[in-house]
C-alpha cells in the first residue's frame, strides 16, 4: 500500500464500546484528490470511522493517518488538515451565520480581519449572503447544511469528512450539497464521504468501500460494485404455488443464488447473458411442463445491489 | 507563538459566551434577578424569626452574597451541558485550538456574570439598609473572597457536567444544591442549630467564606482568623476539580 499516496489509510482498526465492537479490524485507503464513499446500513461503523479520523474518539488498536499523520500521535496536525460535516449541525444554534463563521475562522487563526474576510467570502459561496443576524436555530435544514458545510471549509482542508451529508434533506438541499462537494473536489481536495444511499455514493465516490459490521466487506468503482452485486435479473411467477419447488428445480439457476418468495409465486435469479437466459427459462419450463404466469428480465435495483453486498456477509461469518 | 495562539483562542471562547448574551438579554436579567428575589425573600419575609445578634440584614446580606456563589453551579452545569448535546463541541475538538479554551471561555464569562451579581445584590443590600463598616480594602478583600468561592464552584460544576452529560444530573444538582447551600451559616447562626448539625455547618466551605466575608465587612456573625479557611477552601477544591475537569474534556473521545 503506497503510504505517500494515500490521503487517509487506515490498517486494522478496531474500537469497542464497552463488549460492543465498533471497528473490527477495519482496512482504508483513499488516495489524495479523490471521493471515497463509506457506504453502509445504520451501525455499520460508518460515523465511528469518521470521528476516529476527525480526531474525536481515539481508536483501541490499529494505525490511523490522515493526510500523513497519526490521529493519536499527532492530532494538532491532523486538525490543521481536515474539515468535518457531521451528522449533526456542529453550528453555534444561538449565533448567525456570519457570526459562527468568523468565530471558527479566529480559532483557525485567520486574525479577526482575515476571519471577517473568510466568514464573508464563504457565505456568498454558500448563498447565505443575506443571513444577517438571524440565529442557525432558525435556519431551513439545507441552509444549516450549507452554512456548517462552510464552517468545514474554512482553511481548504486537504481531507474533508462528510458523515450523511444529505440525510433528512428534501431533493433539492441534497442536490445542493452534491453540487457543492464536486467543486470542492475540482479544488483538490480528498473527500471521504458515508453514507446510506447508494445512489449518492453512485454519484459522488470514485470508489467506494462497503462497510457492515465494523469491517469492509467489499471494495471497488462504483461500476464494479454494481456489476459485482447487481447483475440483471430474471423474475419467473409460477401459476400454481404447488408446484414452485418443482419449478425451482427445474429452473437453470444455481440454487445459492436464487431467491424464493413463496407469497408471490416468485423465482428470482441474477443472469450473465440476457437473450440466452430467457431463451433457457421458457424452455426448462415448458418441458417440465409448468405454466408461467410471469417471465420478465429487469436491471437490479441500487437498493438490491447494497443489500446484497452487504447480506453476504452475513452468510460468510 | 503557542501562547499567543492560546490567549486568542480563550478570548474568542469568552467573546462566543457574551455574544450570546447580547442574543439573550431577557435570560441573562433573569439570572440576575433570581438572587435579589431570594434576598428579598428571606430579608422581609422569612428574616424577622432569626436569632441574630444585630440586625438581620446585616447578617443577612454576606450571607446570600455567598449562597449565590455557590447557586452558580447550577448555571455553569446547565450551560456545560447543553453545548456537550450539542454538535458545535464536536466542530471545536476537530480544530486546531487549544485544549482548554472551550472551558475558559465558560469560565471568564460565568465569573464576569457573578461579578455582575454581585455588585446588583451589593447595590439592593444597601438599598435594604444593610452596611459595611470594615473600609475599602477589607470590602474588596470580601468580594474576592466572594468570586474565589465562584471560581471553584465553576470547576465543580464543569467538572460533574462533564461526568454526567445529561440534563438529568442538572436536576438532580439544582436540587440537591439547596440543603448543601442550607447547612451552612448563611442565614443562621450554627449555635442555634442542634449540636450535631452545627458541626457540619461548620464545616461547609461556604460557611467558611461567609463568616470571613461578614468579618471584613464588619457584620455579625464575622470571626477574625476564618480568612485563611476562605482562601484555602476554594483554593483546595480547585486543585481537584481544576485538573479533573481538564482532564475530562479532553478524554471527551474515549
Redesign the interface.
Known amino acids: 500500500m503506497s503510504v505517500g499516496g494515500d490521503a487517509i489509510l487506515m490498517e486494522g482498526v478496531r474500537k469497542r464500546y464497552g463488549d460492543k465492537p465498533a471497528l473490527d479490524g477495519l482496512d482504508l485507503a483513499v488516495r489524495r484528490g479523490t471521493v471515497h464513499g463509506l457506504l453502509g446500513p445504520n451501525g455499520a461503523g460508518k460515523t465511528t470511522t469518521v470521528r476516529v479520523l476527525a480526531t474525536l474518539l481515539r481508536h483501541d488498536e490499529g494505525l490511523v493517518r490522515v493526510a500523513g499523520h497519526d490521529v493519536r500521535k499527532e492530532a494538532a496536525r491532523v486538525r490543521r488538515r481536515i474539515g468535518l460535516l457531521g451528522q449533526h449541525a456542529a453550528l453555534d444554534e444561538e449565533l448567525g451565520g456570519r457570526q459562527n463563521l468568523e468565530m471558527f475562522g479566529r480559532l483557525f487563526h485567520l486574525g479577526a480581519r482575515g476571519a471577517g474576510q473568510r466568514a464573508d467570502a464563504l457565505l456568498e459561496r454558500f448563498g447565505l449572503t443575506d443571513t444577517g443576524r438571524k440565529p442557525v436555530k432558525r435556519y431551513s435544514g439545507g441552509m444549516r447544511r450549507r452554512l456548517d458545510l462552510a464552517a468545514s471549509l474554512i482553511t481548504d482542508p486537504e481531507v474533508l469528512f462528510l458523515d450523511e451529508p444529505t440525510t433528512g434533506l428534501d431533493p433539492r438541499g441534497r442536490g445542493e450539497v452534491w453540487e457543492a462537494v464536486r467543486s470542492l473536489v475540482d479544488g483538490g481536495t480528498t473527500v471521504l464521504l458515508t453514507t446510506q444511499y447508494l445512489e449518492e455514493a453512485d454519484r459522488l465516490a470514485d470508489r467506494i468501500s462497503v462497510v457492515d459490521g465494523g469491517r469492509v466487506v467489499a471494495e471497488g468503482t462504483p461500476g464494479e460494485l454494481k456489476s459485482r452485486a447487481g447483475r440483471d435479473r430474471i423474475d419467473v411467477v409460477v401459476r400454481d404455488a404447488a408446484r414452485l419447488d418443482e419449478a425451482v428445480r427445474a429452473l437453470p439457476f444455481r440454487p445459492a443464488e436464487t431467491d424464493v418468495d413463496r407469497d408471490r409465486r416468485l423465482i428470482s435469479a441474477p443472469v450473465r447473458d440476457r437473450m440466452a437466459t430467457l431463451a433457457e427459462v421458457v424452455r426448462a419450463l415448458e418441458a417440465a411442463g409448468i405454466e408461467a404466469e410471469d417471465v420478465a428480465l429487469r436491471r437490479p435495483t441500487l437498493d438490491e445491489a447494497f443489500l446484497r453486498l452487504t447480506d453476504r456477509t452475513e452468510v460468510a461469518a | 507563538m503557542s501562547a499567543a ?1 492560546a490567549l ?2 480563550c478570548w ?1 471562547m469568552t ?2 459566551e457574551l ?2 448574551w447580547a ?2 438579554p431577557v435570560a441573562v436579567l433573569v439570572g440576575l434577578v433570581f438572587p435579589v428575589m431570594m434576598l428579598l425573600m428571606f430579608g422581609y419575609l422569612v428574616g424577622g424569626g432569626r436569632a441574630v445578634e444585630g440586625e438581620y440584614v446585616d447578617f443577612l446580606v454576606p450571607g446570600m452574597l455567598t449562597l449565590t456563589m455557590v447557586f452558580g453551579l447550577e448555571g455553569t452545569m446547565t450551560a456545560v451541558t447543553r453545548d456537550l448535546e ?3 463541541v ?8 487549544t485544549d482548554g ?1 472551550v472551558l475558559v471561555g465558560r469560565a471568564t464569562a460565568d465569573m464576569l456574570q457573578s461579578a455582575a451579581g454581585l455588585l446588583v445584590m451589593v447595590g439592593v443590600g444597601y438599598a435594604m439598609g444593610w452596611s459595611a463598616q470594615g473600609g475599602p480594602a477589607a470590602f474588596a478583600g470580601a468580594l474576592g473572597l466572594l468570586l474565589l468561592l465562584r471560581f471553584a464552584m465553576l470547576w465543580i460544576g464543569i467538572h460533574l457536567a462533564l461526568v454526567a452529560g445529561k440534563p438529568e444530573l442538572v436536576q438532580a444538582v439544582q436540587i440537591l444544591v439547596w440543603p448543601v447551600g442550607f447547612l451552612s451559616n448563611a442565614f443562621a447562626a450554627p449555635e442555634s442549630m442542634p449540636g450535631w448539625l452545627g458541626t457540619v455547618v461548620e464545616w461547609n466551605p461556604m460557611s467558611a467564606t461567609a463568616t470571613a466575608v461578614r468579618d471584613l465587612f464588619g457584620n455579625p456573625g464575622g470571626e477574625p482568623g476564618w480568612v485563611t479557611a476562605a482562601v484555602l477552601w476554594p483554593l483546595a477544591l480547585l486543585a481537584v476539580f481544576f485538573p479533573l475537569a481538564v482532564r475530562r474534556f479532553r478524554r471527551l ?2
Open positions: 495562539y486568542s483562542d474568542t467573546r462566543r455574544a450570546h442574543r439573550q450539542k454538535g458545535v464536536d466542530r471545536f475538538r476537530s480544530m486546531p485550538m479554551a473521545g474515549r
